[in-house]
Nanobody
Framework: QVQLVESGGGLVQPGGSLRLSCAGSGSIFSIVARGWYRQPPGKQRELVATITRTGDTIYADSVKGRFTISRDSAKNTFYLQMNSLKPEDTALYSC??????????WGKGTLVTVSS
């Protein structure tokens, strides 16, 4: 099994930046892909960005050019750097991973609020 814990959320003004972290433990060696998702208030969860074991990335159109997903294998942690934040980026952000056997694991989430 894999355990994921997010950190780094908070309140930020429009145009500001935040970096979210997702620390993993357990069967880290089995992870083939990692991702960030978000759920805005009153809306469904949506994909933000993913990164594979080989470093390939995918971004939602709404965050391209503003957000960057990355990983530090030595620290068993991956990140979401969020720049030029907008009020519509306000959401509960959760990290997720997929293992080689197809299992999905989720963190509990961290709240990001973009407001002046």
């Amino acid at each position: 099994q894999v355990q994921l814990v997010e950190s780094g959320g908070g309140l930020v003004q429009p145009g500001g930046s935040l970096r979210l972290s997702c620390a993993g433990s357990g069967s880290i060696f089995s992870i083939v892909a990692r991702g960030w998702y978000r759920q805005p208030p009153g809306k469904q969860r949506e994909l933000v960005a993913t990164i594979t074991r080989t470093g390939d990335t995918i971004y939602a159109d709404s965050v391209k050019g503003r957000f960057t997903i990355s990983r530090d294998s030595a620290k068993n942690t991956f990140y979401l750097q969020m720049n030029s934040l907008k009020p519509e980026d306000t959401a509960l952000y959760s990290c997720e991973c997929v293992t080689i056997t197809g299992e999905h694991y989720w963190g509990k989430g961290t709240l990001v609020t973009v407001s002046s």
